[in-house]
């Protein structure tokens, strides 16, 4: 069992030199896919939410910050704010944010950046890059095998249940 968990804690880490160093999910960012500044400002004051999860929100507000509008986070990246509409809606009220610390396409704090910035991207199904991401195709893929696992895991407990009953 063990050793199935190796190997999806490995596919949930991408390896850095997929990274194309453009610098855009720290130019443009997203929390929790969709919230908004509002909402993700509830989390990170909360009282009953996971611990875990108002850590991580109040660790994301000290390094991103709300644009003002979402016409400054279309100048940085028209078309990711437009895919982000499409698949929410034109309605939705998210919040596009940016990182405090970049500069001319390079993070000022990069040797001594947040865990949230080390772990990113979030392998899942969920996320969404940017046109040209280099992380997108190995996230894809790592996804498929990680739900090829679960799936196999899920029939291994109902042969399990079988044989106890």
């Given at each position: 069992m063990?050793?199935i968990v190796k190997i ?23 929390y929790?896919g969709?919230?908004s500044y ?20 109040k ?75 280099g992380?997108q195709q ?7 095998r ?8 899920e ?11």
């Amino acid at each position: 069992m063990s050793e199935i968990v190796k190997i999806v804690q490995d596919l949930m880490n991408l390896p850095q030199h997929l990274c194309n160093a453009c610098g855009k999910c720290c130019k443009i960012a997203l929390y929790r896919g969709c919230l908004s500044y509002e909402e993700v400002k509830k989390i990170a004051e909360s009282l009953t939410e996971d611990p875990f999860a108002i850590q991580s929100t109040k660790d994301f507000l000290t390094i991103f910050e709300p644009f003002e509008s979402v016409e400054e986070a279309r100048k940085v990246d028209n078309a990711f704010v437009s895919k982000i509409y499409e698949r929410f809606g034109n309605d939705s009220k998210v919040t596009f944010f940016h990182c405090r610390f970049v500069g001319e396409n390079k993070c000022l704090i990069h040797e001594d950046r947040p865990d949230l910035c080390r772990a990113y991207p979030v392998v899942s199904e969920r996320t969404i890059f940017f046109d040209e991401c280099g992380y997108q195709q190995q996230c894809l893929i790592n996804c498929q095998r990680i739900n090829q696992i679960l799936e196999k895991f899920e029939e291994y407990k109902k042969r399990m249940a079988q044989k106890s009953e």
